[in-house]
């Protein structure tokens, strides 16, 4: 089992930064993928916002349309740990951010789909007032 957990949310206005953090432990040893989420208020589904892969020592990050340009998404092995630095915030990326990972599988969805990580974290609240 792996547990999640996140922090760094808070209120802001818009064009301010904010860093979430995600801190993983126990059996990480077989994750291949971890990422962000987000649930804006009234929305039923969690939106996808960010991945990143590793194999051998080279990461890979992935985003959402929305937020390119704006956030960037790091990790820290040593610690465990995943970052999402989100830059010039709008009032549209108001929602409950989500860390998720996922454990190495013989088959792979995709990592955009909620359906391909297997971990959550119980999300952090990120409001901006415009």
């Known amino acids: 089992q792996v547990q999640l957990v996140e922090s760094g949310g808070g209120v802001v206005q818009s064009g301010d930064s904010l860093r979430l953090s995600c801190e993983a432990s126990?059996?990480?040893?077989?994750?291949?993928?971890m990422g962000w989420f987000r649930q804006a208020p009234g929305k039923e589904e969690r939106e996808f916002v960010s991945?990143?892969?590793?194999?051998?020592?080279?990461?890979?990050?992935y985003y959402v349309d929305s937020v390119k340009g704006r956030f960037i998404i790091s990790r820290d092995n040593a610690k465990n740990s995943v970052y999402l630095d989100m830059n010039i915030l709008k009032p549209e990326d108001t929602a409950v951010y989500y860390c998720?990972?996922?454990?190495?599988?013989?088959?792979?969805?995709?990592?955009?789909?909620?359906?391909?990580?297997?971990?959550w974290g119980e999300g952090t609240q990120v409001t901006v007032s415009s």
């Open positions: 998720a990972a996922a454990r190495e599988k013989a088959y792979r969805t995709s990592l955009y789909d909620t359906k391909e990580y297997d971990y």
């Open positions: 991945g990143i892969t590793w194999n051998r020592n080279k990461d890979t990050s």
């Open positions: 126990g059996q990480t040893f077989n994750l291949y993928l």
